[in-house]
């Protein structure tokens, strides 16, 4: 009885971060004109299309990515978040799905569907209340060359997305190692995700950073 109570709860709040994400085919009728969600059109995008430097191998999967750089969060940095895909209870911070659909993950994080044979594992992290906060994917590529074109896939469809519950200001695609990660958001939180993943992981690849049109 027990689990199947948290289970239900964990479906309930993975409902609510959805239905306050991105949803294709939708109107937004309730954008956040406020000043904090103003997006910042004077920054140029950046795409980096060089070849990342030679680094290190790291052979971390991406749920474990993403747990180290919660891990550095102080306390006055961290907010209601939860991943994963909630098989077994509610995940408090980063979880791993462990099955693989290619709707689902476009649904929650932005992954385009049709490039779900590039990866062979995900993980995310968002913000519990609000997707629009804060929501990072992360991917294991199974070839890595596949890697600039995965970033540049997922980048294309996430800006497609039409946008409830406020508008996302920043959009970030990074490597560490053959594991990519999107994380689109407020810019503060997108800020301090990219600086503690690349205080961590100094060689993470910073592949496009640019606001939400």
Not at 166 to 178: I, K, M, Q
Request: contains cysteine; charged residues 20%.
């Amino acid at each position: 009885m027990k689990r199947t109570i948290t289970i239900l709860l964990a479906l309930t709040l993975a409902l609510g971060a959805v239905s306050c994400g991105g949803n294709n085919g939708s109107t937004d009728t309730s954008a956040d004109t406020s000043a904090e969600a103003t997006v910042d059109t004077s920054a140029d995008a950046t795409v980096d299309t060089s070849a990342p430097a030679e680094s290190e191998t790291t052979t971390d999967a991406p749920v474990d990515i993403l747990k180290k750089v919660w891990e550095t969060y102080g306390e006055d940095e961290k907010f209601a978040s939860t991943g994963g895909d909630f098989t077994d209870e509610i995940v408090e911070g980063p979880g791993a799905y462990s099955a693989l659909d290619g709707d689902t993950l476009d649904s929650v994080l932005g992954f385009p569907a049709a490039s779900i044979d590039k990866i062979d594992s995900a993980a995310s992290f968002m913000h519990m209340m609000n997707a629009n906060t804060f929501t990072s994917g992360a991917y294991h590529v199974k070839d890595s060359a596949d890697i600039e074109t995965l970033a540049t896939e997922l980048r294309d469809n996430i800006q497609a997305r039409q946008w409830m519950c406020g508008f996302p200001e920043t959009l970030v695609v990074a490597s560490v190692g053959d594991v990519v990660i999107s994380a689109f958001g407020k810019k503060a939180f997108i800020d301090t995700f990219v600086n503690k993943l690349s205080d961590l992981y100094p060689a993470a690849n910073v592949i496009i950073t640019e606001p939400i049109e």
